[in-house]
């Protein structure tokens, strides 16, 4: 990883902060997005974050573990769980830490 | 005599509601922002380059979803990319604000958008609901934002700090991934969103060995196409 790299992604992130946030204020009423562009956007970050989310728990270095000797994903599901029934972030990741722990620490 | 400050707030009264308002979400915003600091640093960004990108960019979910990106050099395009799409549900906060703000000059328009967060726009949008005459929702809405900041960059940066205490068999980097969940899960719960879920998840994972991570790419394209015809199918048979 290069300064030049690193430096490049920082500001790329930044800008992609700036645009989705900032572009329809700065535009003002005048531009109205499409229906069905807006309605499409709705899905967008769930279906994002579903993508690494997934990718992230079923793989641990590249190689496919969708079983239940995975603690990571079983971690995952039942931080879901946690969520769905608290609705409480810090009992999430808290939750979610936990079980990893202690899968791994019984496995 | 009715009382002044809740018929007629000032407007410093209103920044001041606006953060009080905020205040009751501090563990989530705060374990959120610590998890997103020590996972930067734990994906290989050292202490300063951390702290700019957290200062500057101020989007958890972008930059978690970034950072495997990040780790594995991939394009720069391609991390651009990624990042826009985390954050296109800040387009929709956008658009449901902004009818508000129309006669704010536009740099200023510009700014309460960029300080925009998840957690004060959900009770920005409660505020004018519930009180649509309210006088004052610009100052609210500043008030709450400024407080959200303020609490995610203190837990950022101190997450970032820590995690070069925090040995790497803690397996803490997986608490990045857990802050996603957490704001996954409620979403699937509506039927389409679900839907598009399960296809972008399964599509991540069958696409996990194409080139520049574009099997994510794929994944979340998918999925949306997928929420969205099943969210338009009854309407065109009706």
């Not at chain 1, 079923?58 to 599901?77: K, Q």
């Not at chain 1, 009992?91 to 830490?97: D, P, Q, R, S, Y």
């Not at chain 2, 922002?33 to 972008?62: E, F, N, Q, R």
């Not at chain 2, 780790?71 to 990042?83: G, H, M, S």
């Amino acid at each position: 990883m290069s300064e030049l790299y690193l430096w490049s992604v920082i500001l790329a992130i930044s800008f992609a902060t700036l645009l989705t946030r900032s572009l329809l204020h700065v535009l003002g009423e005048r531009v109205q997005l499409p229906a069905l562009v807006e309605a499409s956007l709705r899905f967008a970050p769930a279906c994002a974050m579903a993508a690494i989310v997934a990718s992230d728990l079923a793989y641990s270095h590249d190689v496919l573990e969708f079983n239940l000797a995975n603690a990571r994903l079983l971690a995952g599901l039942g931080a879901a769980l946690i969520q769905l029934t608290t609705r409480s972030m810090a009992a999430t990741i808290g939750g979610g830490m936990a079980l990893y722990w202690i899968l791994r620490w019984v496995s | 005599m009715s009382s002044p400050n809740s018929t007629h707030p000032t407007p410093a009264e209103a920044v001041r509601r606006g953060i009080r308002e905020l205040l009751p979400a501090t563990p989530g915003i705060f374990a959120w922002g610590l998890v997103t600091g020590v996972a930067m640093v734990k994906a290989g960004l050292d202490t300063g380059h951390a702290i700019v990108l957290s200062l500057l960019a101020y989007a958890g979910s972008a930059q978690l979803a970034a950072l495997p990106l990040i780790a594995a050099v991939a394009p720069v395009w391609l991390v651009f990319v990624t990042a826009v799409v985390v954050n296109l549900r800040f387009v929709v906060y956008s658009a449901a604000v902004r009818a508000g703000f129309a006669h704010l000059h536009w740099h200023r328009r510009m700014w309460l958008g960029y300080v925009v967060g998840d957690i004060m726009f959900v009770r920005f949008s409660a505020l004018r609901q519930n009180e649509p005459d309210y006088p004052h929702p610009v100052s609210y809405y500043l008030g709450g934002a400024v407080a959200n900041w303020i609490i995610w960059q203190i837990a950022s940066i101190l997450g970032i700090v820590a995690a070069a205490v925090i040995p790497d068999s803690w397996g803490l980097e997986l608490a990045g991934t857990l802050a996603l969940v957490a704001l996954l899960a409620p979403l699937c719960v509506r039927f389409p969103t679900f839907a598009g879920v399960a296809v972008a998840s399964i599509v991540a994972i069958l696409g996990h060995s194409l080139p520049l991570k574009l099997g994510l790419l794929l994944g979340m394209i998918s999925g949306m196409v997928v929420a969205l015809l099943l969210e338009r199918r009854p309407e065109a048979s009706r």
